[in-house]
């Protein structure tokens, strides 16, 4: 069977919400439920979180699960994850977002499946249904738009496809208008990214590329240097913690059963 590795890169600093990976979840540090959630993959076999700072790897350390420290120094996630698989025998490797702490293994099983049957693809990832105009509209949230085959043709910040005969005001003033463009199946991005383990590592070689710089969105490196990523639309609602705000989103989630 093909060793699979689940590596989630977490790191103290962050611009929007320092300390993030160790934000307060009902009494759990939000690493662990992210870490617990990959745990229930019936694909990955190993778990390792990834991170620069002391304080993660030993809380990590304190829940019983696997973390090893990285450099400091990487610009992006990607950076991290990819240190740490070159010194692993696994031919896939599963790049979980450690501000995803709603994710659960069935979720990201679906994202490693094509690669297991289709030995052409290189990378994949996941994507869910917009249902509320505010994912929509977020800068915060990333946004994705596919060919018919269901390969990437563009990731952004932005609304993206965008009504050329419509403005922003108009779209928001009028709830038939909203309705409608909801139903035309608008694409927001979660944070998880497989890779078999060699394109994984020649990704982290290639320079970050205009369009990435621009937009600071990773797979545009993939897209802008010619190869594909195949996104699996999923049933899944993520709840991602880019700022503090967020975490009482998730709790109120979580209690809501």
Same mark, same amino acid.
């Given at each position: 069977m093909m060793k699979i590795t689940a590596i989630i890169p977490a790191r103290y600093g962050s611009t929007r919400f320092e300390g993030k990976?160790?934000? &307060? =979840?009902l009494g759990k540090p939000m690493i662990q439920w992210v870490y617990q959630g990959v745990h229930q993959s019936k694909l990955i076999g190993e778990v390792i979180v990834a991170t620069d700072d002391q304080r993660i790897l030993e809380t990590v350390q304190g829940f019983g699960g696997k973390a090893v420290m990285t450099s400091p120094d990487h610009p992006t996630g990607t950076d991290r994850v990819a240190e740490v698989a070159r010194k692993l025998r696994s031919e896939m490797i599963v790049n979980v977002q450690g501000d995803e702490p709603?994710?659960?293994?069935?979720?990201i099983d679906k994202a490693i499946r094509p690669l297991l049957s289709d030995a052409t693809l290189q990378m994949t990832t996941l994507m869910t249904r917009?249902? &509320? =105009?505010k994912d929509w509209l977020n800068p915060h949230q990333g946004k994705v738009v596919v060919d018919g085959k269901g390969f990437a043709l563009y990731f952004s910040r932005s609304p993206i496809p965008f009504p050329r005969d419509l403005t922003i005001d108009q779209i928001l003033s009028n709830p038939e208008m909203k309705g409608k463009l909801l139903s035309k199946k608008l694409f927001k991005t979660i944070g998880l990214y497989v890779y078999r383990r060699g394109f994984l590592l020649k990704l982290a070689k290639m320079k970050p590329t205009p369009l990435e710089r621009l937009e600071k969105l990773e797979q545009l490196r993939v897209l802008e240097n010619g190869y594909k990523i195949k996104v699996i639309?999923?049933?899944?609602e993520p709840i991602?913690?880019?700022?503090?705000?967020?975490?009482?989103k998730v709790i109120a989630y979580l209690t809501q059963g």
């Open positions: 990976p160790l934000a &307060d =979840i709603l994710i659960k293994g069935n979720i917009i249902r &509320d =105009i639309p999923v049933d899944y991602g913690v880019d700022v503090p705000t967020d975490i009482p």
